[in-house]
């Protein structure tokens, strides 16, 4: 399974992206897709999270300017990211937690995969 993540890159404050993650590989099911933030001398944070059933989850400095969405044909979900701030500056990650197949025929595991990052830059 890999996950790859892209869209980011050099924005104004006050302007938008949009970031997307692509799984692929042998997935049997995507139970929860996410992203998560990492910014210079900091820990890694969650940033917005949405479920098999459409749930979603935000961190409390991104809520009303982010949105999650999926399109689960394409095992595809994306983060727009609207009025952005210098202080949204960060590698974005997506990760996954799904059921991949397993090495038996029929078989499938649990468990979580991280995409490789994409650098958000907002000047001000």
């Known amino acids: 399974v890999q996950l790859q993540a892209s869209g980011g890159g050099l924005v104004q404050a006050g302007g938008s992206l949009r970031l997307s993650c692509v799984a692929s590989?042998?997935?049997?099911?995507?139970?929860?897709m996410l992203w998560y933030r990492q910014a210079p001398g900091k820990q890694r944070e969650l940033v917005a999270a949405i479920n098999s059933g459409g749930r979603t989850n935000y961190a409390d400095s991104v809520k009303g300017r982010f949105t999650i969405s999926r399109d689960n044909a394409k095992n595809t979900w994306y983060l727009q990211m609207n009025s952005l701030k210098p202080e949204d500056t960060a590698v974005y990650y997506c990760?996954?937690?799904?059921?991949?197949?397993?090495?038996?025929?029929?078989?499938?595991?649990?468990?979580?995969?991280w995409g490789q990052g994409t650098l958000v830059t907002v000047s001000s």
């Open positions: 590989g042998r997935i049997f099911s995507i139970n929860a």
């Open positions: 990760n996954a937690n799904l059921e991949a197949f397993g090495q038996y025929s029929g078989s499938t595991y649990e468990s979580d995969f």
